[in-house]
Every structure is written in structure tokens, then in C-alpha cells.
């Protein structure tokens, strides 16, 4: 496997389900993201980890949890979602340098449909 | 506020050239992104621009106006796998991004 890997690809879940969107990069790279894609709005960036530590949090409610259990995985722990959280979700990694613009590497998404 | 506009859709001809505009509102600026993304996959890094001026790769290029808060992509010589979404990307003073919603690009035969 190379690059940034998302499982499942796509996902649909009743309202008082609980899933998880797993993400896994190979590039040895030391931070790890997750962002939200809608159709015909912004990616909108929900958490950031850095060196396994939670520095974004964009006011994401809590029925969203980031978990990032070691430098190359990350979770998000899906529970009690409404249906306007249907959406892509990607997965995101960067090597993070001095200068702070660094190149994010995505994955391909996981695609969740929330009934 | 901070905000990034680009055009929702275009559409092209095979062959042709084609400029994807982006303008840009951030506190600060650190630079500007630009990547591709083809329906159901990946967006992937197409340019980063920092300076003014224009950057070539290949077919595809990318200018930057800071003193205009203005960006835009060149595709020259089309090919019909051109046919993607273009993620404009502004990074503010405190390195964070801030994304457009995107340019639908159609190319025809």
C-alpha cells in the first residue's frame, strides 16, 4: 500500500448507529487530518493531529471523535449522527516542516450516508 | 472575513486552453495552493505559489498576484482526463488553509 489509505470507502448508517472511518498513510509523515467535503462547498477541516497530538479541534460536535493512536492511523469514531452529516470524508497527511506550508496528501474519501 | 471565489463550472473544448480563476480574502498570506480532484478520488497537489509570477509544469501552469489577491491555473492542450475539480486553497498568516468550493471543469470532444 502506498500513500493515504481510507476504509470503508463508503458507509451507510442509521441515526443511532456507531462506525468508524479508519485512514492509514505510508509516507512517514507527522501530521494526519480530517476534512469534510460537500458538494459545492468548501472542505471544511475538523481535526488536526501533529506528532499524535490533537492541535485543531474546529468546533466539531462531539458526535465526532478523532482518535490518532500512532503516527501513521487515524479514527473517526462515528455516534448518533444526523442526516446533514452525509458527506465525503477525507483523510489528510503532511509532513510538517519550519515553514509551515507544507503539501497535504489525501485520501480518496469515505463516502457516509447517514439515514 | 476570510473567503476564496472560483468559478462553480466551466467547460472546454479538447485541445483548447483553459484559466480557472481564484481570488482570495486571508489574514496574512503564506501562499497559495491549487489541486485536482477527480470525481470519486483523491484531490491531489497540482501548485503551490508564494511569489508573483508565473509557475509552468508541464501543461499546466499557475500565476499568482498578490498586491490583486489573484490567482489562476492554465491548462493548455486539454485532454479529456482533464476533466476534474479544481480546489483553490489560500494559506493565512497562521499556515491555516482556507478552500474555495471548487471549479467543475467539463471537457468536450
Known amino acids: 500500500e502506498t500513500g493515504v489509505t481510507q476504509t470503508p470507502r463508503h458507509l451507510v448508517m442509521g441515526m443511532t448507529n456507531k462506525k468508524s472511518l479508519k485512514c492509514e498513510q505510508h509516507l512517514g509523515h507527522n501530521a494526519m487530518y480530517w476534512y469534510k467535503q460537500s458538494a459545492k462547498k468548501p472542505l471544511e477541516l475538523m481535526f488536526v493531529?501533529?506528532?499524535?497530538?490533537?492541535?485543531e479541534n474546529n468546533s466539531v460536535p462531539s458526535r465526532f471523535s478523532p482518535e490518532c493512536p500512532n503516527s501513521s492511523h487515524l479514527f473517526l469514531h462515528l455516534h448518533t449522527l444526523q442526516p446533514e452529516d452525509s458527506a465525503l470524508y477525507l483523510c489528510a497527511s503532511s509532513q510538517q516542516g519550519p515553514t509551515g506550508a507544507n503539501v497535504l496528501t489525501f485520501g480518496a474519501g469515505s463516502r457516509l450516508t447517514v439515514l | 472575513g476570510q473567503n476564496i471565489d472560483q468559478p462553480t463550472e466551466m467547460t472546454a473544448t479538447e485541445g483548447a486552453i483553459v484559466q480557472i480563476n481564484c481570488t482570495y480574502q486571508?489574514?496574512?498570506?503564506?501562499?497559495l495552493f491549487w489541486y485536482q480532484q477527480h470525481a470519486g478520488e483523491a484531490p491531489t497537489f497540482l501548485s503551490y505559489?508564494?511569489l508573483d509570477g508565473l509557475e509552468e509544469k508541464g501543461r499546466f501552469s499557475s500565476f499568482l498576484s498578490r498586491s490583486k489577491g489573484y490567482s489562476y491555473l492554465l491548462l493548455k492542450e486539454l485532454q479529456m482526463k482533464d476533466s476534474a475539480s479544481y480546489l483553490c486553497a489560500g494559506m493565512d498568516s497562521n499556515y491555516q488553509l482556507i478552500w474555495g468550493a471548487g471549479t467543475k471543469l467539463i471537457i468536450k470532444p
Open positions: 493531529y501533529s506528532l499524535e497530538e490533537r492541535v
Open positions: 486571508t489574514s496574512g498570506f503564506n501562499g
Open positions: 505559489n508564494v
